[in-house]
C-alpha cells in the first residue's frame, strides 16, 4: 500500500475487489452474504411469528369492520378496514424479508392462531371490539421492540422492517385509544338519555 492508498482519519475503507469475488461465490445464497451475522434460523422463525401476528391482526380488523354495529359505527369501521389493510402491508413486507433470507413464509392457517402474539378476540359492541384491538396492538408493540432489539446490528435490514411496522402499530394503538375514549362516552351519553325517558315514562 503505498501513501496515496493509506486511509485518511475517518474514511471509509473496504476491499471492494474481495466483495466482488464474494458476491460471486455462493450466488445462490442470494441477499444472505457472507456478513451476514444473525443466526438465520432464528430469524426466520421469529419473523415468521411477526407474520402470523399480523395475519391475525388482519383477520380480526376485518371480522370488526363488517360486524361493526351502533353508536359511530360507520366511521369506525372505516377505521377498522383501514387497518386491516396497513397490516396486510406489514405481512406482505415481513414475508417478503423471509424469502430474502432464503426462508419459507408460513401462511399455514391451521397453526396461525398459536403462532401469533396477539390473540383473535371478536368482541360483542363496537367498545369491546376497539378494546380488544387496542390490546392486541399493545401486545405487537412490546413483542416488535423485543424483536428490534433482538435482531441488533446482525440483521439491520430485517430490523429497520420490523421498526418500520413498529412505528405504524403505534400509530394504531394511539388511534384507537381516541376511538375507545369516545365511543365509550357517546355509548354513556346514550344509556343515560335512555335511562332518563324511562324515569319520564314511569
Known sequence: MNSSDTPRKGQFVTDIEAIRQRARHHIENGAVTDAYRGDRETVIKVLNEALATELVCVLRYKRHYYTATGIHAQAVAEEFLEHASEEQEHADMIAERITQ??????????????????????????????REDLVAERIAIESYNEIIRYLGDNDPTSRRVMEEVLAKEEEH??????????????????????????????
Open 101 to 130: 433470507l432464503d426462508g419459507a413464509p408460513d401462511f399455514n392457517p391451521a397453526t396461525l392462531a398459536s403462532r401469533s402474539h396477539s390473540e383473535y378476540v371478536e368482541g360483542a359492541s363496537l367498545a369491546e371490539m376497539i
Open 173 to 202: 394503538a394511539e388511534d384507537l385509544r381516541n376511538l375507545i375514549q369516545t365511543v365509550s362516552q357517546a355509548e354513556a351519553e346514550h344509556r343515560s338519555r335512555a335511562d332518563e325517558r324511562l324515569r319520564r315514562a314511569s
